[in-house]
């Protein structure tokens, strides 16, 4: 469809008008009414714009030309031709409506009232002008609303205000860009992008949106983006507070993780935990950063043997974002540092449905190894011995937790304990039967279980016995062969017992 540029008014002579110049102008308006009922708005602003050159003076060229700009979304021009139609008509309805609809579109339903105020003034009962009104004073309290809800942080309620604000105004930059900021603190970061560039292909320089794109980068800690952003504000509008504010901060909060980064690398753990610390209390709001910087601080914390505090802060930092996958690993590898195994595999088998990778998978399978290997005994916690320790240790420790369960010591004790003595000492016998021979306890320490390598050789009593002697008379440490009192106990039948 073919468009004929827009000829300004400011550009025809304002002369007198003559009865040719109304019968020219007059055909011109008809010729501008065909184009726009064609949908051809541009053509018909060109048609009204010609008929205004030859008669300045006709309220209704400019009502019409209004109308144009409205279908074309020009909200600010479409305005202009309303006012001045009223001007030229003070009882001109049509340009009072346009106009109050007009100021609606651009952000202000106070002054739409105002104008739908003086349609009523002139037809009180304008049926248009009553249900319009409606839909003014509705959008008046929602952005009322919204406002007070976004100073109290009440941002999602912000963004259902602006929703409703949208719904009349579809187009309303002001009202876009309201939501767009209120979207930034909800941490929907993408849609309040997108927002922007919808108002900045109309208004390539709104510094409001510019603004709101640079609030982007900076809570989805891309620093340089926003940093050149803010500043793409200032030099537009020197005096914009909230860019330069706001890029104050952000270059704090960089500069104060790079530093806690730095001290981190030099290995002053200390000092990366404090700056951190102190980082962290920059900007409570930036979520992304915050979440980074409470794993940071988790890393150092478990180097300083705050382990219970690190896991605590990537659990901070999983509240802050749920998919952040290096805080799940991080915390996992705290879990299994405390053994708290089962927790470190549910962790894992997140980061594993997050991101199904080769290395993610071997990790969850080490996890579930150590699980494993955390539900079985813990024979070297049974005798009390270091992980690498030799044949004569394992045989002093087993010596020394074989007579301390012995169950004759606790011969004279409750039922209850002397049950729980020796089950004590049956483990204790187990423990001994499997690392003091080299392949069980090759195989223990690779993870098979007792029943896989054939279970214990011998009666623990037995074992003792052969190993410490106590038949025959023979005494060792204190004990002393002699009947057992009470005749019902298990190791009864073994004819032999100990004496403390």
């Given at each position: 469809?073919?468009?004929?540029?827009?000829?300004?008014?400011?550009?025809?002579?304002?002369?007198?008008?003559?009865?040719?110049?109304?019968?020219l102008a007059d055909e011109l308006r008809k010729k501008g009414n065909s184009s726009f009922q064609q949908h051809?708005?541009?053509?018909?602003?060109?048609?009204?714009?010609?008929?205004?050159?030859?008669?300045?003076?006709?309220?209704?060229?400019?009502?019409?030309?209004?109308?144009?700009?409205?279908?074309?979304?020009?909200?600010s021009r479409a305005l202009d031709d309303s006012i001045a139609s009223i001007k030229l008509d003070e009882l001109f309805t049509k340009g009072y409506l346009r106009a109050a609809k007009c100021h609606l579109m651009l952000g202000n339903p106070s002054l739409s009232l105002d104008f739908y105020e003086k349609v009523l003034n002139v037809e009180p009962?304008?049926?248009?002008?009553?249900?319009e009104m409606q839909v003014s004073n509705s959008v008046k309290t929602h952005l009322t609303k919204a406002i007070f809800d976004s100073q109290r942080g009440e941002h999602r309620d912000a963004v259902f205000r602006m929703d409703q604000c949208l719904n009349a105004a579809p187009s309303c930059t002001l009202f876009k860009i309201i939501k767009a900021e209120a979207l930034v603190m909800c941490s929907r970061c993408e849609e309040a992008h997108q927002l922007c560039n919808e108002v900045l292909r109309v208004d390539a320089h709104n510094?409001?949106?510019?603004?709101?794109?640079?609030?982007?980068?900076?809570?989805?800690d891309i620093p340089d983006k926003a940093t050149q952003f803010f500043q793409e504000v200032l030099r537009v509008d020197p005096d914009h507070v909230k860019s330069r504010t706001a890029i104050k901060r952000s270059k704090l909060l960089l500069a104060k993780k790079e530093e806690g980064n730095n001290f981190f690398k030099s290995g002053n753990n200390q000092a990366a935990y404090d700056t951190y610390s102190e980082a962290l209390s920059i900007d409570p709001k930036n979520i992304s950063t915050n979440a980074k910087l409470l794993c940071n601080r988790a890393l150092v914390g478990s180097k300083l043997g705050k382990v219970d505090q690190a896991v605590d802060d990537c659990t901070k930092a999983l509240e802050m974002d749920p998919k952040y996958i290096r805080a799940l690993q991080r915390r996992a590898s705290f879990y299994q540092s405390i053994d708290k195994h089962d927790e470190a595999v549910r962790d894992f088998e997140q980061v594993f449905k997050i991101e199904h990778t080769v290395e993610n998978q071997e990790a969850l399978q080490e996890a579930k190894h150590k699980l494993k290997l955390s539900k079985r005994k813990d024979y070297y916690k049974l005798l009390e011995v270091d992980k690498n320790a030799s044949q004569d240790e394992i045989k002093r420790g087993y010596r020394?937790?074989?007579?301390?369960?012995?169950?004759?010591?606790?011969?004279d004790a409750e039922p209850e304990v002397r049950e729980k003595e020796e089950q004590i000492f049956k483990q204790v016998s187990e423990a001994y039967s499997v690392l003091s021979d080299p392949k069980k306890k090759n195989r223990y320490d690779n993870g098979y279980d007792l029943e896989e390598m054939g279970g214990m050789d011998m009666d623990p009593t037995i074992?003792?016995?052969?190993?410490?002697g106590g038949m025959g008379g023979m005494g060792m440490d204190g004990f002393t062969s002699g009947r057992r009192r009470g005749n019902g106990h298990p190791f009864a039948s073994q004819g032999f017992t100990f004496n403390f």
């Open positions: 469809m073919a468009t004929a540029a827009v000829v300004e008014p400011m550009d025809c002579a304002a002369s007198v008008v003559s009865c040719g110049s109304e019968d051809d708005y541009r053509s018909a602003i060109d048609y009204y714009t010609q008929a205004l050159c030859h008669n300045p003076r006709c309220a209704a060229y400019y009502g019409n030309r209004s109308a144009a700009y409205m279908m074309l979304e020009d909200y009962k304008n049926q248009q002008a009553l249900e510094v409001d949106a510019i603004y709101v794109k640079a609030l982007c980068f900076y809570y989805q020394k937790a074989a007579m301390k369960h012995h169950p004759d010591r606790h011969v074992l003792f016995s052969n190993l410490f």
